[in-house]
């Protein structure tokens, strides 16, 4: 990727803490924290260190490209800290994908069938337990009407979502279905990426759920707070020939140069930052997340 004025680039740090009532003598941990290199982002150096130091550790590529992370602490312990440390650089997407044939070509012509490749037809696939209902696929229709242009179908939904559902902080988990969503009308950046997969996958359209994060900006005249940044999710619908689409129904808007992408696929279970199983008699647990996406400058 070669410099230019509209190329961001960010170091992230990604900090996880728990700490125990009592002491876990065994800590296993798997994520997915290292920034992926893509067509438009590029992951120039990730680290991550944890504390305290792991008897094993290793990293690896999941079925659908993600680096991630898995590390095994045997050491007595009332606290665990994983800190991921990245530098990325990020272009805005090319503004013609959206006046490409296949964007404004018919959305039906943008179902993938088995000679696109098993992956991309299991982007269309419902989950287990199934979230596709035939609420999620009337609700989907309203936006996919025939015939309809596949960018124009995609954002009009993307913007339904925005306006018919309210983000309310700490309003659900990552148990929380996409019935649920419909029922309460509220939820958080994971929950409308899901519910505009589901709704996508009902018409026969391949979609990914996408992690990363999202560079915040601070008010006018206000000075940039450190470890105020989280986590997102968005998603991405497949076009004809191959090429993704990736837009973000919490914001209302495409995915642009603001974004850096850290992992996909069909759903927050397959893409956690950070998920694991301890040995203990502790009876609680507190956790702590800090996120930072600092803009930096170009010259290097």
């Known amino acids: 990727m070669t410099a230019a004025p509209d190329v961001r680039w960010y170091a992230i740090t990604h900090r996880t803490e728990y700490a125990y009532s009592s002491v876990v003598s065994s800590s296993y941990g798997r994520g997915h924290i290292f920034p992926r290199t893509t067509a438009e982002q590029l992951c120039l150096d990730a680290s991550v260190t944890v504390t305290p130091t792991p008897t094993d550790r290793s990293t690896g590529v999941d079925l659908y490209g993600n680096e991630d ?149 601070p008010p006018p005249g206000k000075e940039r707070m450190i470890g105020v940044d989280a986590t997102h999710a968005w998603a991405s619908v497949r076009m004809p020939g191959g090429q993704w689409l990736a837009f973000d129904p919490t914001n209302d808007q495409w995915v642009d140069e603001r974004y850096v992408t850290v992992a996909w696929g069909r759903d927050y279970d397959d893409v956690p930052p950070l998920r694991g199983i301890i040995y203990t008699e502790s009876s609680s647990s507190r956790i702590s997340v800090s996120v930072d996406v600092a803009p930096i400058s170009a010259a290097r």
């Open 69 to 217: 992370l898995y590390f095994h602490v045997t050491t007595d312990h009332d606290h665990l800290c994983v800190t991921g440390r990245a530098l990325v650089c990020v272009r805005p997407p090319d503004p013609a994908r959206l006046t490409t044939a296949g964007a404004v070509g018919p959305w039906e012509d943008a179902r993938p069938t088995s000679a696109d490749g098993a992956l991309d037809v299991d982007f269309v696939l419902d989950l287990v337990p199934a979230e596709i209902t035939d609420e999620v696929r009337a609700y989907a229709a309203q936006s996919l009407t025939p015939g309809r242009p596949l960018a124009e179908a995609v954002f009009d939904l993307n913007r339904r979502i925005h306006r018919d559902f309210t983000y309310l902080s700490g309003s659900t988990t990552v148990t929380t279905t996409v019935a649920d969503v419909f029922a309460a009308r509220t939820g958080v950046c994971q929950d409308f990426a899901r519910v505009a997969a589901a709704c996508l996958r009902s018409h026969g359209l391949a979609v990914r759920y996408v992690s990363g994060y999202l560079a915040t900006q």
